[in-house]
């Protein structure tokens, strides 16, 4: 099974470190799988989000980055969640 939530940085980056714990409590909180991904390890993720790292994916799909907001990531995922439920 794959992750739902993909976390893109890069080691050294101050935001990446502060999106992390917020992905992992939200995605812990509603049992969401996630991973972590470095632009360093793949030409294709630094070519395309060098500039916006952190990014935030939710079923390959971008729906932050800089900045994770918990309350806004939380939402997104709980919706996402709903829709494919009907």
């Not at 969401?32 to 060098?50: G, H, M, N």
């Not at 939402?75 to 709903?82: F, G, K, P, S, V």
């Given at each position: 099974?794959?992750?739902?939530?993909?976390?893109?940085?890069?080691?050294?980056?101050?935001?990446?470190?502060?999106?992390?714990?917020?992905?992992a409590?939200?995605?812990?909180?509603?049992?969401?799988?996630?991973?972590?991904?470095s632009?360093?390890?793949?030409?294709?993720?630094?070519?395309?989000?060098?500039?916006?790292?952190?990014?935030?994916?939710?079923?390959?799909?971008?729906?932050?980055?800089?900045?994770?907001?918990?309350?806004?990531?939380?939402?997104?995922?709980?919706?996402?969640?709903?829709?494919?439920?009907?």
């Amino acid at each position: 099974m794959s992750a739902r939530v993909t976390l893109i940085g890069k080691p050294g980056c101050h935001l990446c470190d502060d999106a992390e714990p917020i992905v992992a409590a939200v995605c812990v909180e509603l049992g969401v799988t996630w991973e972590k991904r470095s632009i360093l390890d793949d030409p294709a993720l630094f070519d395309e989000y060098w500039e916006k790292i952190p990014v935030v994916l939710i079923d390959g799909r971008v729906h932050d980055f800089w900045r994770v907001d918990p309350d806004r990531f939380r939402e997104a995922l709980t919706d996402n969640r709903r829709r494919s439920s009907d």
